[in-house]
């Protein structure tokens, strides 16, 4: 058996020899400006992508910059609050120093006085 496949082209042949007719195309599916139409979109899709990730590095710089400050103001922080405790340490330090050299310089002018009056009731150390 015999498969016969008709060719699908665009000539018509006539009752005469040489005769042939051809066959207008069908009209194209989509308008011939589409083509324009679906880049010029493309691009603003592309170009509303390419602002939204510009922002998006900007947030994040910011959000960078926010979390770094933060970071170095509860450093300053600490700091501030250390030598805070520090200089009143050292000044309780040197207040507690004043009051020794004070109870000692009187300790020690009470055992030279004492030291004095005993040398002068004693006769034996005048001689």
């Given at each position: 058996?015999?498969?016969?496949?008709?060719?699908?082209?665009?000539?018509?042949?006539?009752?005469?020899?040489?005769?042939?007719?051809?066959?207008?195309?069908?009209?194209?599916?989509?308008?011939?400006?589409?083509?324009?139409?679906?880049?010029?979109?493309?691009?603003?899709?592309?170009?509303?992508?390419?602002?939204?990730?510009?922002q998006?590095?900007?947030?994040?710089?910011?959000?960078?910059?926010?979390?770094?400050?933060?970071?170095?103001?509860?450093?300053?922080?600490?700091?501030?609050?250390?030598?805070?405790?520090?200089?009143k340490?050292?000044?309780?330090?040197?207040?507690?120093?004043?009051?020794?050299?004070?109870?000692?310089?009187?300790?020690?002018?009470?055992?030279?006085?004492?030291?004095?009056?005993?040398?002068?009731?004693?006769?034996?150390?005048?001689?």
């Open positions: 058996m015999l498969v016969s496949k008709t060719r699908r082209t665009r000539e018509h042949h006539g009752p005469t020899p040489h005769s042939v007719a051809i066959i207008a195309r069908p009209p194209l599916k989509k308008p011939p400006d589409s083509l324009i139409l679906e880049r010029r979109k493309k691009d603003e899709q592309r170009l509303k992508v390419q602002e939204e990730v510009l998006q590095k900007h947030q994040d710089l910011k959000t960078k910059w926010e979390k770094e400050t933060d970071v170095r103001i509860q450093k300053n922080t600490v700091k501030r609050r250390v030598e805070t405790i520090l200089k340490e050292s000044f309780d330090l040197e207040q507690r120093r004043e009051k020794l050299r004070a109870l000692l310089d009187a300790e020690e002018d009470h055992y030279i006085h004492e030291n004095r009056r005993s040398a002068g009731d004693d006769p034996r150390a005048a001689g």
